[in-house]
């Protein structure tokens, strides 16, 4: 059965956070550590790959996963694009560029920030190839169809995705209808809920649950989390049908 694999449910800056103490009841919470937000969609042969987390590398490693067939960059801040060059020791297993679909502005973002994908270098030098597209409608991979869909992160569009009824919305502050449309009937939706006050380009733990409410998905899971949240005490507040993600939870769909 295919499967989702939240390989960071954390927001920009991961929890723990740099430079800040922690109380160690806090830090004993395996749930409590969040690294960068990213999904893996495992398929029938293919594996697709959702952002690319500065931890990507131990994001795949502590999963026990090898396998990546394509990626999406749903938009190009750091904590969705940092880890791109580890896209690289794959490329030299396969000898192929790595597929990667991001919208025309992210494409050139794409470009400025790892121009050495892109160059000649003289045989021996190992560098990661991407081949970028643009995000289709849909596309089929590993068994899977996958369905794209524009929401918005402040001024920024952001891709969501959905394949068959689950549904992964990440870095949003608006739905808009056109995508509201197609998160009908969910199963499962995994969802954006960055902390508890309002912020200017994310959902908040409020705004998310109402969105939740509005959309009625059977579970819905809140991810991209600041250190607000501690896994135990936020979720005995949450509602039936709403849980907090968390690193290396697995969703089959
Ligand atoms: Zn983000």
Redesign the pocket.
Known sequence: MPTAVVLGSG??NGVPMLGVKYPPEYLAEPKNHRTR?SIILLGDGANFLVDCAPELRLQMTREGLYEIDGVLITHT?A??VMGMDDLRSICIRTRRPMPVYAYEQYQADIKRIFPYAFMEFPPGVEVPRFHLADVPDEMEIGGMRIQFMEVRHGKIPVTSLRVNDFAYV??VSEIPSSAWGKLQGLETLVLDAVRYEPHPNHFHFARALEVVQELRPKQAYFT?LSHDYDHYKTSAELPAGVALAYDGLRIEF
Do not use: R
């Open positions: 927001t920009s937000a801040h904590d969705h990440t870095d991209h």
